[in-house]
């Protein structure tokens, strides 16, 4: 694969910035619109290119793509080679990931998986932090993305470390573990609170180690470890896998992967098929259903 060029870095308007060329078939609009994070927002000005912003890191930036040039503000040319690259999945060949999964199953499994690659084209899936991941995928159950980012705001606000720009960090699982369930209750996380503080208490104290689990090779074995946090059952332990841990193996299953499976296959499809794509596919298929058979 050819990776993106930098083409100008420095600083604008006050701000670091990287200018990259090459981007390949990646879309910040379908990357950031899918639904697999909930820290970033679209600019007010669309006029010159799609741009969103946010927190990821600790840092606060903002990815901006006009045509096959991407810029990113808030970042040096270390930082891009450091965190961002690889927090963009800039560093993957998904030309060869789509070839790959478009030829994994029947003809008839192809052929849907086929369409879902070409409506998808361009989403790449984020690395993100764990904690953040694991966290944020516990508040995710029964809620909507628009009520989810809110719940999140304020527990960054709340007891999240303070940017020198005015934005907020995500809390540590020290911090949600120390301010207890009454105080995340009251943000108005409902029967989530408990989850959070021993998803917290759990991390924090190293009963369960994060890093750990990103590095064991055994798929069963981190599903395992993270539903032993009260409230993680397999679906949010495999979206928390999936879009925090680079196990791009995990297949989460919701109603709209039940919607895609009964009317798209007549049997399946069986993940195990796409290998260590399967959360690629899954994500493909998810965004065909959800935003562009459902309309969203």
């Known amino acids: 694969m050819i990776k993106p060029e930098i083409i100008d870095a420095g600083v604008k308007n006050g701000k670091q910035f990287v200018a990259l060329r090459g981007v390949g078939n990646f879309s910040v609009f379908k990357t950031f619109d899918c639904g697999q994070c909930f820290r970033f927002d679209p600019s007010s000005d669309l006029q010159n290119g799609y741009e969103v912003s946010g ?10 793509q006009e045509n096959n040039k991407v810029i990113i503000s808030g970042a040096t040319e270390k930082e ?50 764990s904690w953040e991941a694991l966290c944020s995928f516990i508040i995710s159950q029964n809620n909507n993305i628009p009520r ?64 750990k689990v990103k590095n064991e090779a055994s798929f069963d074995k981190c599903m395992e470890e993270l539903m032993k946090i009260r ?33 798209h296959f007549e049997s399946g499809p069986d993940p195990t098929k796409f290998g260590k794509y399967a959360g ?17």
């Open 148 to 211: 989810i980012k809110k719940i999140i705001s304020a527990l960054c606000v709340k007891f999240g470390e303070k940017l020198s720009d005015g934005e907020y960090a995500f809390p540590t699982a020290e911090a949600l573990a120390a301010a207890g369930e009454d105080e995340i209750f009251a943000l108005k996380t409902g029967f989530r609170a408990s989850y959070i503080v021993d998803a917290a208490r759990k991390v924090s104290s190293g009963e369960i180690d994060l890093n």
């Open 55 to 64: 927190v990821a890191f600790g840092r606060h930036v903002s990815f901006k």
């Open 280 to 296: 690629i596919a899954q994500q493909y298929l998810f965004y065909m259903e959800r935003y562009i058979n459902g309309g969203k």
């Open 80 to 129: 891009y080679h450091d965190t961002w690259e690889r927090y963009l999945s800039l560093d993957s060949d998904y030309d060869e990931i789509d070839n790959m999964i478009t030829h994994a199953l029947d003809e008839a499994g192809n052929s849907v998986m086929a369409r879902a690659a070409d409506v998808s084209r361009g989403i790449r899936l984020l690395r993100q932090d």
């Open 231 to 263: 409230g993680v059952g397999p679906k949010v332990a495999s979206c928390a896998l999936l879009f925090g841990f680079d196990k791009t193996e995990a297949y989460p299953i919701d109603t709209w992967m039940k919607k895609v499976a009964a009317r």
